[in-house]
């Protein structure tokens, strides 16, 4: 079975473009999850909670969504072919003993410079960290399948020489982690392995796969 439609079940306007990357943009809708306010990780100690929470978090956006759009089709004679699709996004550090530590985005209050800058300095400067995303598709009769995918990404050492001017061009802002690969913060990367497009948020290989997977259910 193949679909007619597509919804993207996220705010984010980077997700959007790497969808239309591989589904024609006429046959995308975006409908974000009626509730922005997302679980955090601060009870998650480990890094196995924090990928079960990040699926937890994908999961939900997606069932929000499933359950407006059924009651909007309920009195429709034939429910269009339809694929919702998900996904949650942070960054991880967890290269030193102790609990991992989480990176989403930088709080919106006049502070989140030097809440980034300190991310830099203590986090990526000279470090590998990880960016993990958990990807849900379902349709609307409830066959769905998910992916989680993590890429790691090493920072050049000395940042300092750039990190002013990168703060001032505010890219960081609503950004997981505070800076964007396929952006400004390029500069600062010295290596990625794993997928590209997972960093900016949404993994397209892992995508295809799931779109594969639930047309044969």
Same mark, same amino acid.
């Given at each position: 079975m193949s679909f007619r439609r597509y919804i993207l079940a996220s705010r984010s306007p980077r997700r959007l473009d790497l969808l239309r #990357? @591989?589904?024609h943009p006429e046959l995308i809708e975006v409908r974000p999850p009626l509730i922005a306010q997302e679980a955090g990780f601060g009870d998650c100690d480990d890094i196995?909670?924090?990928?079960?929470?990040?699926? #937890? @978090?994908a999961q939900t956006k997606a069932e929000q969504v499933r359950t407006a759009l059924n009651a909007e089709e309920a009195e429709l004679h034939e429910i269009p072919r339809t694929l919702l699709i998900s996904a949650d996004t942070t960054v991880?550090? $967890? $290269?030193?003993?102790?609990?991992p530590v989480v990176l989403e985005q930088p709080p919106e209050t006049d502070e989140w410079r030097e809440v980034v800058a300190d991310w830099f300095? *203590?986090?990526?400067?000279?470090?590998? *960290?990880?960016?993990? =995303?958990?990807?849900?598709? =379902?349709?609307? $009769?409830?066959? *769905?399948?998910?992916?989680?995918?993590? =890429?790691?990404v090493t920072f050049r050492a000395d940042i300092e020489r750039w990190l002013n001017w990168y703060l001032l061009?505010?890219?960081?802002?609503?950004?997981?982690?505070?800076y964007a690969l396929q952006g400004a913060g390029s500069v600062f990367i010295e290596h990625v392995a794993g997928s590209?497009?997972?960093?900016?948020?949404?993994?397209l290989e892992a995508l295809l796969e799931l779109f594969a997977d639930v047309r044969l259910k």
């Open positions: #990357q @591989i589904v196995t909670g924090i990928r079960l929470r990040l699926k #937890q @978090i991880v550090i $967890d $290269d030193r003993p102790g609990a300095r *203590h986090h990526y400067a000279g470090r590998t *960290h990880s960016v993990i =995303t958990a990807v849900f598709v =379902t349709t609307p $009769d409830g066959r *769905h399948a998910e992916q989680l995918v993590e =890429t790691k061009t505010g890219e960081p802002r609503g950004k997981a982690g505070g590209l497009s997972n960093v900016v948020g949404l993994p």
